[in-house]
């Protein structure tokens, strides 16, 4: 939450993705749960597919002649042989956690005549950028994928890539030629590389994806909701999977009543009558040897006519490190909450282990709250809550997400690995006064990049870890206590940038009058026309998911 230090939470400068967003539109078809739909199956065939089409994250080539030269810029990319000089074009696509996929084709368009046999081979390194890559830097090639030998006024290749790419995540392919230069659009250029994936087929029909504008460019200026409306709802059912993942829209929760004494559900029931919209999240804080959930808790997750799914803080290294959690010191504490959930709370859950760590984090050798302290203490208790039987806890990375923490050194050592990960999570807010610290909109607290230079959060989690959903397990807008301010610019500007962000899969609103230093108001009610834009916003039908 909010208040930490001067250059702790709430920060940072806008990161524009604009190749990534040329792909909006099929996007948004998948937060509907269907895509746009590229050839009709024939009559028979059962169960009818949605295709998805994605655009190159980053495309470029390189060349053997000029090894130090890079081509992320250019409009073209040219494979084949001139001369001594050989080129190798390289396209990475980002395929959305919640794909179901079935399916994968790769389009190219052509420039001029087509020379030789094509092949594309996978890249298993997902790191390299357009910007940055060279002969010199290039990653190894590995198995091809797939081969075409096209007829030399092709206008259009393409290659069937169904057995490379198989599901959510990251996919590097090089393409080669035997022959003579051959050149294809680059992203940079209309009719740039596609990757078509098919999918699984939807419940229900669907309506049509909403085509959005062109992302603004002039930050921090909130999307007109008219220009760029959210996507169409779809009209069948979107219901949560094993891990929570919504088969489309998003997930809407709150943490409310922070700072004061109200009681954690009490506070939650006024808020969604405020707001307008139960929470499926409902959002709490533990820690130490605190006996929960709680009744209250398990009551507000098992209210049949407004079921809720619990995001469970729990800051289990309180009066000891993270270094003595991982060595076992707290493994009775670890085991009496593992008996109580398997006793009392059958019920699936999202848990957090010390939300925010980065705040915490002592960089001194032995202090015991070191990055890497950090990391084994969430493996240690994770591991051992599944060997004593947990097998409904849903695990969220929470990180703050802050400029000044993602440039550390030892920023890369907190995570504690995929294999006990299942959500990553962000907690981040923005200021609605101009001016004043971390004044932006949505877009700007998912996007905050190292001081120095580097990813902006969301491009980090979506590419470093493509299989894992996102929540944006805090957020909000604020403005300082007394100094009442214009929300409704920051609330607006949500609806826009979950359409851009498919790896968007739940945001839970943090409200309180004051943060923890007493000088941050991040209430949805400051003013009516702040309630009102919040309303509208918590009205959307992208946030109507079923808890499965």
């Known amino acids: 939450m909010p208040g930490r230090d001067a250059a702790g939470q709430l920060g940072g400068e806008e990161l524009r993705r604009s190749k990534s967003l040329k792909s909006v539109t099929a996007l948004a078809a998948l937060f509907a ?66 794909a179901q996929v079935t399916g994968a084709k790769l389009k190219l368009t052509t420039v001029g005549g087509v020379g030789g046999r094509l092949t594309v081979n996978r890249v298993a390194d997902t790191t390299w950028s357009e910007a940055k890559l060279t002969a010199r830097t290039a ?69 049509p994806p909403v085509e ?16 760029m409306p959210p996507p169409a709802p779809a009209t069948g059912e979107c219901v949560t999977d094993a891990r929570l993942v919504p088969s489309c829209g998003v997930l809407w929760g709150a943490a ?34 605190e006996p929960f959930p709680t009744k209250s ?5 098992r209210d049949t006519t407004r079921p809720r799914v619990l995001l469970l803080n729990w800051k289990i290294a ?55 302290d950090f990391a084994a203490m969430y493996r240690h208790t994770i591991v051992r809550l599944r060997a004593k039987g947990v097998t409904n806890a849903i695990n969220v990375m929470a990180y703050m997400g802050n400029e000044k923490w993602m440039a550390q050194s030892w920023w890369a050592d907190l995570y504690p690995g995929d294999d006990v990960v299942d959500w990553m999570g962000l907690d981040s807010y923005v200021s609605a006064e101009k001016g004043y ?76 009058k004051h943060d923890d230093q007493g000088d941050r108001d991040i209430s949805i009610d400051s003013t009516k026309a702040n309630l009102a834009a919040f309303r509208k916003l918590a009205a959307n039908p992208i946030f109507n998911v079923k808890i499965g």
Do not use: C
């Open 33 to 98: 749960g269907a895509g746009s739909v590229l050839a009709a199956a024939p009559a028979t065939a059962a169960p009818a597919v949605a295709d998805l089409e994605l655009t190159a994250t980053d495309d470029t080539y390189v060349s053997s002649g000029r090894q130090n030269a890079g081509f992320g810029a250019e409009g073209k990319l040219s494979v084949g042989r001139l001369e001594r000089d050989s080129k190798i074009a390289f396209l990475k696509f980002l395929v959305p956690a919640g």
């Open 139 to 207: 990653p190894a090639l590995g198995a091809v994928a797939a081969k075409a030998k096209p007829v030399a006024d092709a206008t259009e290749v393409s290659f069937d890539l169904g057995a490379a790419v198989s599901g959510p995540g990251a996919y590097t392919f090089a393409i080669q030629s035997t022959g003579a230069v051959t050149r294809f659009r680059s992203s940079e250029a209309k009719g740039g590389p596609v990757l078509a994936v098919t999918l699984a087929a939807p419940a229900a029909p669907v309506a």
């Open 212 to 227: 959005p504008p062109a992302d603004a460019t002039v930050p921090p200026v909130a999307p007109v909701e008219e220009d």
């Open 256 to 289: 409310a009543g922070g700072f004061t004494d109200a009681p954690r559900d009490a506070a939650l029931k006024d808020w969604e009558k405020l707001s307008g919209r139960t929470a499926s999240i409902f959002h709490a804080y533990h820690k130490g040897d």
């Open 297 to 301: 808790e398990m009551a507000m997750a």
């Open 318 to 372: 309180y009066g000891s490190t993270w270094a003595k959690v991982a060595r076992g010191e707290q493994d009775a504490r670890i085991d009496r909450f593992a008996a109580r959930i398997k006793a009392t709370f059958p019920e699936k859950f999202f848990l957090v282990l010390n939300h925010e760590p980065e705040n915490d984090v002592i960089a001194r050798k032995g202090s015991g709250w070191e990055a890497k």
């Open 437 to 512: 610290y971390h004044y932006g909109m949505f877009a700007d607290l998912l996007d905050r990049k190292p001081t120095g230079g580097g990813l902006g959060f969301y491009d980090w989690a979506s590419s470093k870890h493509p299989s894992k959903p996102l929540m944006v397990a805090e957020w909000g807008v604020y403005h300082r206590v007394g100094k009442v301010t214009d929300k409704t610019a920051g609330f607006r500007s949500v609806l826009p940038e979950l359409v851009k962000r498919p790896n968007i899969k739940a945001i839970v609103y943090f409200d309180t």
